[in-house]
């Protein structure tokens, strides 16, 4: 069983003009993988409105799977106090989408009472093409190719956007690719596959 293990991350746009050169800086010798997403809410998007309105303690919950492996996780990720906590585990499929799926993991009371009274759904499809590097104790993922859909319906677009993302359990301000993107004049952003495309495809 996953324990939350708290951590830094830091959220960057890749324009298409400077990718290339992130690429060969830092993912020439990472070949690609896919990834899919499945993201749970409420009927009324109670997660996505606590993360557009930066409520802490806050909660989203997701199904993930790589590539063709039929192997699902579900992942909860969640921000408290300024920190970021990630946990999985694997599950048998999509078979229950509310809170009793989760009721055999033990997660921190203040993740509960995100959660209390609340009837899941699977709302939105995020796929996406990942590269990773690891240099020591930071993990580095680029994702390109990223589509969105909705669960159910056709509706759905592919994005032009390019995430560059540094995960570390110390603050990654003045690591080796934050100095790097920082010369280039990339900028870390807050930003959320979740929440961008509910607010492109209208929830």
Same mark, same amino acid.
Request: proline share 6%; charged share 25%; aromatic share 12%.
């Given at each position: ?72 996780? *579900? /992942? !909860? $990720?969640? +921000?408290?106090?300024? #920190? ?9 499929? @999509? =078979? ?67 995430? *560059? /993302? !540094? $995960?570390? +359990?110390?603050?990654? #301000? ?9 010369? @280039? =004049? ?18």
């Amino acid at each position: 069983m996953n324990s939350f293990k708290p951590r830094f991350e830091r959220k960057y746009l890749i324009p298409k003009s400077k990718l290339d050169l992130v690429r060969k800086s830092f993912f020439l010798n990472s070949p690609a993988y896919d990834v899919r997403s499945v993201y749970l809410d409420s009927l009324d998007g109670i997660f996505l409105r606590s993360r557009l309105d930066s409520v802490e303690p806050r909660v989203k919950l997701r199904y993930r799977s790589y590539n063709e492996d039929p192997q699902l996780f *579900l /992942e !909860v $990720k969640a +921000s408290h106090r300024g #920190r970021k906590y990630k946990w999985r585990q694997p599950v048998d499929g @999509l =078979k229950n989408h509310n809170l009793q799926t989760l009721l055999q993991f033990d997660l921190p009371d203040w993740v509960w009472l995100n959660m209390l009274s609340i009837t899941l759904v699977p709302r939105l499809v995020v796929q996406y093409h990942r590269r990773v590097c690891e240099l020591g104790p930071i993990r580095v993922t680029l994702d390109e190719g990223i589509q969105y859909k909705h669960w159910i319906g056709p509706r759905g677009f592919d994005s032009e956007l390019t995430v *560059l /993302e !540094v $995960k570390s +359990s110390e603050e990654p #301000r003045n690591n080796e690719v934050s100095c790097f993107l920082r010369q @280039l =004049k990339i900028q870390p952003i807050s930003f959320s596959k979740y929440c961008y495309s509910a607010l492109q495809l209208g929830g």
